[in-house]
């Protein structure tokens, strides 16, 4: 069984930083990329970042030179380090990770498991 485990959240003035966390655990046979996603009070769930298991970035227009994903592979954790946080940055942020699990008879395809997400709040 896999969990996603997410940390960080929490209430914020605007112009302040957070960091959120997701850790993977689990019978885990491989990564491949990994994201966050956000969801607002009324408003469908949209991407926000996402990073391959090599490296490579893709972020939403709205958060580009404010946030950014990491990855440490040997964790199987995801990083997001938000910056200069604005009142609209306000939602539930989600953990994304596509990967294969173990199983007695070798690695199963990969799917797209999620956290349970975690409350992000910028007000004064």
């Known amino acids: 069984q896999v969990q996603l485990v997410e940390s960080g959240g929490g209430l914020v003035q605007p112009g302040g930083s957070l960091r959120l966390s997701c850790a993977a655990s689990?019978?885990?046979?491989?990564?491949?990329?990994m994201g966050w996603y956000r969801q607002a009070p009324g408003e469908q769930r949209e991407l926000v970042a996402t990073i391959t298991s090599s490296g490579s970035t893709n972020y939403a227009e709205s958060v580009m030179g404010r946030f950014t994903i990491s990855r440490d592979n040997a964790k199987n954790t995801v990083y997001l380090q938000m910056n200069s946080l604005k009142p609209e940055d306000t939602a539930v942020y989600y953990c994304?990770?596509?990967?294969?699990?173990?199983?007695?008879?070798?690695?199963?395809?990969?799917?797209?498991?999620w956290g349970q997400g975690t409350q992000v709040t910028v007000s004064s």
């Open positions: 994304n990770t596509d990967l294969a699990q173990n199983s007695d008879w070798g690695p199963l395809p990969s799917m797209h498991f």
């Open positions: 689990g019978s885990i046979f491989s990564i491949n990329d």
